[in-house]
């Protein structure tokens, strides 16, 4: 809405999309990565962390099931304990940071590709303005997160409640079970808690990568003059585009008109159309195209054939073909030799009888 009131009713151009991307300015939803590193999260607990932390389960299960077969009487002792268990908590830690660090950064590549900008780390002096703080901290955007945090607690808490819940009796029971048994038994409730939980969230990351991307192509809206300024800039001014166009054309009908007179006959419509034919024997493979014309400029070519004595002769298909079909400085297709060959050969025979 706010594009529309603006006069922003063009969709960004792509440099106008490239020119954000190098200022940092990018689409990117924060939920992707987060269900990304929850997902994966949860598969690494159910598939990989029984494999991978079975010492840990090991030791905990006899650091808490046999308290009394850790000898703690010194400073020192305390020590090597609390180091022990610090480096089995830490090894077991390494492998599942590793893994949610790398699936985080393949969900953030993945959204934009990579993206190097300093321009975000660049102090702004305008962010330091209170007014415009207030106005961010109560825009729709800001308001937009705000909700979708409080859904987001609300959605964790309802699937909370709704695996627990059943299960507050078999929870009860755990005191009385051995220390590898809870530990297997909260192993699979986490999972299946992560699993659930991972999957809503899915849902919302992918309707929120769509919200993002609509906001982001909202906000760099164009107006119509601002697309019109970018087309001059990257196009040039139309006006001056045109005039220079003009002056080409009017070069290459100096150039072809120079021709004419060079021309072995030139043949007409009689009144529509005039082309300029060239032939010789010791360089060219067929008579060429060196000028061509239509209504004005076919009666400037018949003009100047008659000023420099160049034959002219009236062969309205011909003419008509070869306007149409050959281009300037090209010689003539196959397909009109024999139409051409009777033209030259008149022209011929008309300058030999001249000669004599």
Request: hydrophobic share 45%; proline share 5%.
């Amino acid at each position: 809405m706010a594009a529309d009131d603006d006069g922003k009713s063009e969709q960004p151009t792509g440099k106008r999309l490239s020119e954000a991307r190098d200022k940092g300015d990018i689409s990117q939803s924060q939920e992707v990565k987060t269900a990304a590193m929850l997902l994966a999260m949860a598969v690494f607990v159910w598939l990989i962390a029984p494999l991978s932390m079975v010492r840990l389960r090991d030791y905990l299960a006899r650091f808490l099931g046999e308290p009394h077969a850790i000898r703690v009487t010194t400073g020192e002792e305390l020590s090597v304990v609390t180091s022990d268990l610090l480096a089995n908590i830490g090894l077991a830690m390494v492998m599942p940071f590793a893994f949610l660090l790398l699936v985080g950064l393949t969900a953030s590549v993945g959204q934009t590709g990579w993206v190097v900008s300093t321009e975000k780390l660049t102090p702004d002096i305008s962010k330091l303005n209170p007014v415009a703080g207030f106005g961010r901290l109560f825009s729709v955007h800001s308001l937009v997160e705000l909700l979708k945090s409080v859904a987001k607690l609300v959605v964790v808490g309802v699937i909370c409640y709704l695996v627990l819940r059943p299960r507050v009796s078999e929870l009860d029971l755990l005191p009385s079970m051995e220390m590898a048994a809870i530990l297997t038994y909260l192993h699979q409730l986490l999972v299946r808690l992560m699993m659930v939980v991972a999957t809503v969230m899915v849902v919302i990351a992918v309707s929120d990568w769509f919200y993002q991307r609509h906001a982001y192509m909202q906000k760099l809206k164009m107006t119509k003059q601002e697309v019109k300024e970018e087309n001059k800039q990257s196009e040039g001014d139309p006006l001056i585009k045109s005039r220079l166009r003009g002056l080409r054309m009017a070069r290459a009908r100096q150039r072809m008109m120079a021709a004419v007179p060079k021309a072995d006959v030139v043949v007409t419509n009689p009144t529509h159309f005039a082309c300029a034919l060239k032939y010789d024997s010791e360089t060219m493979n067929a008579p060429t195209l060196v000028a061509k014309g239509q209504d004005l400029v076919a009666f400037r070519i018949r003009e100047i054939a008659k000023e420099n004595n160049v034959p002219i002769v009236e062969n309205p298909p011909l003419a008509r073909a070869l306007y149409a079909t050959v281009d300037l400085d090209r010689e003539v297709p196959p397909d009109h030799y024999k139409a051409v060959a009777e033209v030259i050969s008149y022209v011929m025979r008309l300058k030999g009888k001249l000669r004599r």
